[in-house]
C-alpha cells in the first residue's frame, strides 16, 4: 500500500483546481482565453492585503500615529488600532495579542479576516483602555500601529472592501504574453468573475471547514470531533498526516496528545478534552471559540452556494445575463452593495431589471441558506439545491438544528459574481527568483467577503 493510499481523501495530482472541485468551485468566466499558468503565494511578500474602510479609505501598512488620551466627554470605551501581520491568519494574530495582555479574546473585535500568506493590515478594537499596552507590545510578525481611542467598537462587515497587490511568478515567456494579460484585465474589469467562497474559507490544505459545519448542524459531533483531528488528506503536511493516521490507526488519546505538533492546537485541545471527559464528543467539540464554531457553520453555507454557482454553469446558463428564476438584487447607492429589494426575474418588469444590470444598480443574487431562508423566493436556486441534496443526501431541514438557531444564521444574499475595481498592471519584468521567466504584479480592490484568490484562479487556470 502506497503512503498515498491509507489517506481519507486523496486529490490525483495535489492540485488547487482539483481541492478547488472538492468544496464546489468549477466554473469560470474566462473560459475562453487561455491561462498564463504561473505562481502565487510563493512569497508572503507576494501577496498584500489592505482593508477598505467604510469611508473609502484605504489603510496604509506604515502609517502611524497615536492618540493617547481617553476622553470622558467623548465616552470613549473602546481601543482601536491598526493590526498588521505577516504570514499569520487574523484568529492566530489576535490570540497572540490577547494572550500578550492577558485579556479574554471575546474582548477584540474586527471586522473581516485576512489571508494568512500574506502581509495585511486591518483595523481591530478592545473593549477598554489599552492604548499604553499597546505601544509597548513587541510580538514576532505582528506590528500594532495608529492606535486611538473610539466611542464604538468595530463590527464584522463593517468595511467596504480590500486593496490587493499581488505578484505571479515563473510565468512562461512568449511574444503574446503580456497581451494575453491585457486581454485577461480587459474582461474583468468589464465583466467580473465567478464571486464564489475561495479556499481561504475552506482550508487550502484541509479542505474540511463545511464537512465539519455540515456534521454540527446534523448533531454528529464525534464525526466532527475525527474530522477535525483523524483525517487526513493528501495535500497536507506529512508530519501532519503521520500523527493523524496514528491516531486514526490506535485510538490512543494520551498517545496522541503526546505526539501532535503543538501547531496543531484546536487539535491537541480537543484530544484534552476527551481525554478528561471520555465520549463527550458534543462537550468538548463546544469547547472551541464561537468564532470558529461561527466559521465551520458558514463554510458549510458557502459550500452550498458554490455548489449551486456551478450547477448553475453546469447547465449552460450565463454568467452574467439572468434566466427565467433568477433572482435580482437592486444596489444601493453608496457602496454598490445588494440590498434586500429583490425581483425573481421572467415577469412583466424584466426589461426595468435588464437596464439595471446594465448600469451596475443590480446584481444576480444567490441564497447564503440560513433559518430564515425561504426558497421559494429563489425559484431556479430552489431547484438547484433539491438536485444537490439528492446528490448528497443532505437533509432539507438540516437549517432548522439547534445548533445554528443557537449561532444565529439567519441567511442572507450573495452577488453571483463581482466586478474588480482598477485592475490594472503595476509591473511586468523578469522574475528575479526564477531565472528566464517573467512575473507580473498586479492591484485592484474588491467589495469585502469576495475572494482575489478567485480572480486570480481566472488568470493562471
Not at 59 to 65: P, Q, R, T, V
Not at 138 to 158: E, M, Q, T, V, Y
Request: with cysteine; net charge positive; proline share 3%.
Amino acid at each position: 500500500m502506497s503512503d498515498r493510499e491509507i489517506d481519507s481523501y486523496i486529490f490525483i495530482n495535489d492540485d488547487e483546481r482539483e481541492v478547488e472541485k472538492f468544496v464546489g468551485i468549477e466554473a469560470f468566466a474566462t473560459s475562453k482565453i487561455r491561462g498564463i499558468k504561473g505562481e502565487y503565494k510563493k512569497n508572503f511578500k507576494d501577496f498584500i492585503v489592505k482593508e477598505i474602510i467604510n469611508n473609502g479609505k484605504i489603510l496604509n501598512i506604515k502609517e502611524d500615529y497615536t492618540i493617547t488620551t481617553f476622553s470622558e466627554d467623548l465616552k470613549d470605551k473602546f481601543t482601536i488600532f491598526n493590526l498588521i501581520k505577516v504570514n499569520r491568519d487574523t484568529f492566530n494574530a489576535i490570540g497572540k495579542i490577547s494572550k500578550a495582555l492577558k485579556i479574554p479574546y471575546d474582548l477584540f473585535n474586527y471586522s473581516g479576516l485576512k489571508d494568512k500568506n500574506s502581509i495585511s493590515v486591518q483595523r481591530v478594537s478592545i473593549k477598554g483602555n489599552y492604548i499604553e499596552k499597546l505601544r509597548k507590545l513587541k510580538i514576532n510578525d505582528i506590528f500594532i500601529r495608529s492606535i486611538h481611542p473610539a466611542r464604538k467598537p468595530i463590527k464584522l462587515g463593517s468595511h467596504r472592501g480590500n486593496n490587493f497587490t499581488i505578484v505571479l511568478r515563473n510565468l512562461v515567456p512568449n511574444k503574446n504574453l503580456k497581451s494575453n494579460i491585457e486581454k485577461f484585465i480587459k474582461f474583468l474589469n468589464e465583466f467580473g468573475f465567478p464571486n464564489y467562497f475561495g479556499l481561504q474559507r475552506f482550508g487550502n490544505y484541509r479542505p474540511n471547514s463545511h464537512i465539519v459545519g455540515r456534521s454540527l448542524l446534523e448533531a454528529n459531533f464525534k464525526k466532527a470531533f475525527e474530522e477535525i483531528v483523524s483525517t487526513t488528506y493528501s495535500t497536507e503536511s506529512l508530519e501532519s498526516k503521520i500523527v493523524r493516521r496514528e491516531f486514526r490507526h490506535t485510538g490512543n488519546l494520551e498517545k496522541a496528545y503526546g505526539e501532535f505538533p503543538k501547531n496543531l492546537t484546536y487539535e491537541r485541545n480537543l484530544i484534552n478534552c476527551l481525554i478528561n471527559n471520555p465520549e463527550d464528543y458534543e462537550g468538548c467539540i463546544k469547547t472551541l471559540h464561537s468564532d470558529l464554531i461561527k466559521l465551520l457553520i458558514s463554510s458549510f453555507q458557502s459550500y452550498l452556494f458554490n455548489r449551486m454557482l456551478s450547477i448553475r454553469v453546469e447547465k449552460g446558463l450565463p454568467l452574467f445575463k439572468p434566466v427565467r428564476g433568477d433572482v435580482i438584487s437592486i444596489l444601493d447607492d453608496y457602496n454598490g452593495n445588494i440590498t434586500p429589494v429583490k425581483y425573481i426575474y421572467g415577469n412583466s418588469y424584466d426589461s426595468y431589471l435588464n437596464k439595471a444590470l446594465n448600469l451596475n444598480r443590480a446584481a444576480i443574487i444567490i441564497p447564503i441558506i440560513g433559518t430564515n431562508t425561504n426558497l421559494d423566493e429563489f425559484p431556479l436556486m430552489k431547484l438547484l439545491f433539491e438536485e444537490i441534496a439528492k446528490q448528497e443526501n443532505i437533509n432539507k431541514n438540516i437549517f432548522s438544528s439547534k445548533i445554528i438557531m443557537e449561532t444565529k444564521f439567519k441567511g442572507s444574499i450573495r452577488a453571483m459574481t463581482v466586478k474588480p475595481t482598477s485592475l490594472k498592471i503595476l509591473e511586468f519584468t523578469n522574475d528575479e527568483l526564477n531565472p528566464g521567466k517573467h512575473k507580473v504584479k498586479i492591484e485592484f480592490s474588491l467589495q469585502k467577503g469576495s475572494y482575489a484568490t478567485m480572480l486570480i484562479r481566472e488568470l493562471i487556470k
